[in-house]
């Protein structure tokens, strides 16, 4: 379509990101927009119904092409499979109303620099900005580069020094109110959406249009008992359609209302510390963080002080994440690419609920706004609910072919009939009515009316159930599933880690193991001191909140935590510092408390985390715990022991989950704060395991069972060891101990070394490498006995999948056929898996608890949240019940809801052959007798 267009008429808009659109400029044009007008009226209503359900004709029958700089009407085009068309018009900013009341003028100095996309947007002498605003999301014009660029986010390219050069003092005045202008209000809008709009937009959907021609026809024909009939189905069709979205509607708008009516404490570079509505904040102001409890308004970067955070509205979890300050680096690079950890780290998300903020000094945490609105994390998640993905559904596209043959049909019958009845002398208006009447009967009007009722049948089915559904035509869909993705950790197994026990080492190597069955403390020491501080917990209102695994692990010390005072000062600690120490229970311990000074938080990029803690009037430590082959990369060589993998493998087989401890002394006399990770993450000493039992959920093993017995593919997709989740579908069935399980590694290309894969048999530790040359994989040389399909299973890891995705890509489908386990995934791994499965034709369901599982619930075709956190709405299916019965109960509705279609459609179709046949023979033999009547008949 855009093939004739001239340079600067077509751009990409998002380009390289998920919702990447075509972006078409086009200007209104007076003749053309007439002509419609009249064609309007001679066709009674019919061209614009027509132009409705095709933008892209509405704009090419308005207007036509210019360059976007001109244009007052873009068109969109989305890049993916599904091509879909929208126009929208483009709007003008004046900021004229700022020039009369704060003598803004276009050599002002908040005009003239062009640093920033809204200087660049603004167009002079006139002062004024061209936006348009695609779902909820506004982009405005940058006049430098030529393009339409989103608004209302802190530009990318800032880097960590410039924030805290620019933002650290907070906007002027004049400032804000040009933001404030031009990004719109800080605000997550989801109105009521009123039921005369729902009821209207389904209505004038193409199959109730034809059932409305439809039944007139046969009213004027007298032909009343089958018209009211439709009519009815077709009413109560409709009804519960609007009432299903009316309800959606009011869910998602009580969803987000609170967020639009916070007050919070904004610094102006001028007036100081204002409280102010959260509407009216922008990107760059300057928040102060203070008390607990607080509701993030947007996304925002920590600059000062540190902050305590439930992230559970995004992963689903209530386990509260510690925020740390972005640093001054004084690198000019992205402050997004100069910290080695996760960037999210500092970056406190809409919609998250601040439980504790702490100032690093004498002053308060401070942020620097970072998004507004629709760019939130917040935002986005329900920008996701409100413009969901499409579906490529094989029935859907067999449906409107089935209808375009019957259409087909019933143009060669109307010619017939008019043939017919001209010949025999009929009057003109009835042969108009007997030719619209074959139209009728060829195409069924009943059609959708009763695969909507179907539909709604199997939801409220489900609903009893305790499966709840925000996309009922997704149920469908449900029904060719042929492929199951679940995640491990709450889905497959129980939600919580038990510590089982602990393994120190020495010199010597591994000691025995020590169980926490017994009852009793671990043995007194750095191990013990490890697992009491090295943990992100916090105390609030007495109570020690945090992740479950850290919460377990702290108490199995038998050690117990406060907050320092007057009285810990004239030992050597910090005030208000969290302070841990061993009970009467524990007897007598080297050290009578530790204090922790600093956190590097954990973050599964990094899979570490490292504490820096002082000894009660003693020296400075760091303990560091993570998964077991990267702390002991950080370690000393000598102090880890020679039979480290060995004593591993043994309780990573038997499906333990397995952290590895570690630790050094620092030198007293360095601030905590101005110690760089890198220097105290290095030249630790080895300390041992910690043995963490994560068991089966009752339902796990039945249910894969039964799924894999009707030649359903189960998958399994965790952030978990590769080890542990191998053991863990051994024990669930979704590996037979017949079947061979094929370890697939590869390595990302380094120096003058190319990237390499390799795979091995796991029970038989054969090793093979596979070169770039070879264009397969000899299974059935390594297992002679099992060469069937199904035989064997190939098990990888996020890092060999990445490889292989971006060096081995003509390998990767081959290995996905037979894939089974994938560990260490990243939650946009485990998206970009799912993606990769659908390539392969399969129909993907994913079921996960809601941590790090959201992208791949949402990419699925099918996705099923086990929790009932906020960041689960995205999921079409939530299952009240936290485990994975739900998916056959669903695979289930979802069959009988395609038979039912699949009935519809067969039953349609006999109906209208029977009545094509009799209104045929009628018009061959009798042409003065009805159709209708002969029906009635």
């Known amino acids: 379509m855009g093939d004739h267009l001239e340079k600067g008429q077509h751009a990409l808009l998002n380009e390289g990101d998920e919702n990447e659109m075509e972006i078409f400029g086009y200007r209104t044009q007076g003749c053309k927009k007439a002509l419609c007008l009249i064609g309007s009226i001679f066709s009674l209503g019919i061209l614009p119904l027509v132009l409705y359900w095709r933008p892209a004709w509405h704009v090419w029958a308005n207007c036509v092409p210019c360059s976007l700089q001109e244009a007052d009407v873009v068109l969109l085009k989305t890049t993916d499979e599904f091509k879909i068309y929208s126009w929208k018009r483009v709007m003008w900013i004046s900021l004229s109303a700022l020039n009369r009341t704060s003598g803004l003028t276009p050599d002002h100095p908040l005009i003239t620099d062009e640093e920033y996309i809204i200087n660049r947007a603004i167009r002079k002498p006139d002062l004024k900005v061209r936006y348009i605003k695609v779902q909820k999301i506004r982009y405005v014009w940058n006049n430098l580069e030529g393009q339409f660029q989103k608004i209302g986010s802190l530009e990318d390219w800032l880097s960590s020094a410039k924030i805290h050069q620019k933002f650290g003092l907070g906007l002027t005045s004049e400032e804000q109110e040009i933001r404030r202008l031009i990004c719109g209000p800080n605000a997550i809008d989801v109105e009521i959406t009123p039921i005369w709009k729902l009821l209207i937009k389904e209505v004038l959907n193409p199959f109730y249009i034809f059932q409305l021609f439809s039944v007139c026809l046969w009213f004027s024909e007298d032909y009343k008992e089958y018209a009211l009939a439709i009519i009815l189905m077709s009413v109560i069709s409709i009804a519960l359609t609007v009432y299903d979205l009316r309800q959606q509607s009011v869910k998602l708008h009580h969803l987000v209302e609170s967020h639009n009516s916070i007050t919070v404490s904004v610094c102006e570079r001028k007036a100081g510390v204002q409280d102010l509505e959260s509407r009216l904040l922008v990107p760059g102001d300057l928040l102060i963080l203070t008390g607990s409890r607080v509701q993030m308004p947007c996304d925002a970067i920590l600059i000062d002080g540190s902050c305590v955070v439930d992230e559970g509205m995004l992963t689903g979890e209530s386990i509260p994440v510690t925020k740390t300050p972005l640093s001054q680096t004084a690198s000019s690079s992205p402050w997004k690419m100069q910290t080695e950890a996760d960037p999210r780290r500092h970056v406190l998300f809409c919609g998250t609920e601040v439980i504790q903020a702490r100032a690093a000094g ?238 590097f938080p954990f973050s599964s990029a990094l899979q570490r985390m490292t504490v820096i803690v002082q000894e009660m009037g003693g020296a400075r430590l760091a303990f560091m715990k993570g998964a077991p082959e990267r702390v002991a990369s950080f370690c000393q060589p000598d102090t880890v022991p020679s039979s480290f993998s060995s004593e591993l493998q043994i309780y990573t087989t038997q499906g333990f989950r397995v952290i590895a401890l570690a630790y050094k002394k620092l030198e007293s006399d360095c601030p905590a704060t101005a110690l760089m990770r890198e220097k105290v993450e290095s030249d630790l000493i080895f300390l041992g395991f910690l043995i963490l039992e994560n068991r089966l959920k009752e339902e796990t093993k039945p249910v894969l069972e039964e799924l894999i017995s009707a030649r359903i593919r189960t998958v399994m997709i965790t952030g978990d060891n590769l080890q542990t989740a191998i053991t863990v579908a051994k024990k669930s069935g979704m590996v037979s101990e017949s079947q061979k399980i094929i370890l697939v590694e590869a390595n990302e290309a380094t120096g003058s070394s190319s990237a390499s894969i390799s795979w091995k048999l796991v029970e038989e530790k054969k090793h093979i490498p596979f070169g770039n040359q070879d264009n397969y994989i000899n299974i059935k040389e390594e297992v002679p006995d099992n060469g069937r399909e199904g035989s064997y299973h190939f098990a990888l890891s996020g890092k060999s999948f990445q490889v292989i995705s971006q060096h081995f890509s003509s390998l990767l489908p081959k290995i996905l056929i037979n894939g089974t386990i994938f560990a260490r995934m990243s939650p946009g791994q485990k998206s970009s898996l799912v993606e990769e499965f659908q390539k392969l034709d399969y129909f993907v369901g994913m079921c996960g608890d809601g941590a790090n599982d959201c992208g791949a619930l949402k990419m699925a075709h099918v996705g099923i949240s086990l929790s009932e956190q906020e960041a689960s709405v995205a999921s079409p299916f939530t299952s009240k019940t936290p485990n994975i019965e739900c998916v056959p109960h669903l695979i289930k509705e979802g069959r009988a809801a395609l038979v039912t279609s699949f009935c519809m459609f067969k039953y349609m179709a006999l109906y209208s052959m029977i009545q094509r046949q009799t209104a045929f023979q009628t018009t061959s033999f009798s042409s003065r007798i009805s159709p209708s009547r002969l029906l009635l008949a």
């Open 362 to 599: 004498s002053g308060s945490a401070r942020a620097v706004v970072l998004q507004t609105g629709f760019n939130t994390a917040k935002g986005d998640l329900v920008r996701s609910i409100l413009y969901p993905k499409p579906m490529n559904f094989k029935l859907y596209r067999d449906a409107i072919r089935f209808l375009l043959c019957l259409v087909g049909t019933a143009t060669i019958g109307m010619i017939y009939t008019l043939c017919v009845y001209v010949l025999s002398g009929e009057p003109p208006e009835e042969v108009v009515r007997k030719a619209l009447d074959v139209v009728t009967i060829a195409v069924p009007p009943a059609l959708p009316a009763a695969l909507t009722t179907g539909i709604i049948y199997a939801q409220r089915r489900l609903k009893k159930k305790g499966i709840f559904c925000i996309s009922p035509q997704r149920i469908n869909v449900c029904g060719q599933l042929n492929l199951v993705c679940f995640d491990k950790t709450g889905t497959l197994t129980r939600g919580g880690l038990d510590p089982w026990g602990v393994v120190p080492c020495d010199q010597n190597g591994f000691q025995a193991v020590h169980c926490f069955a017994s009852g009793k403390a671990p043995p007194q020491g750095p191990l013990c001191a490890a697992m009491a501080t090295c943990h992100s917990l916090i105390l609030l209102d007495g109570a020690i909140q945090g992740d479950p695994l850290d919460l377990k692990m702290f108490e199995a010390t038998k050690w117990e935590m406060t907050i320092s005072g007057g009285d810990f000062h004239n030992k050597g600690m910090p005030a208000d510092t969290t302070v841990v120490k061993p009970t009467d229970a524990v007897g007598q311990v080297p050290v009578e408390g530790l204090a922790i000074l600093r956190q």
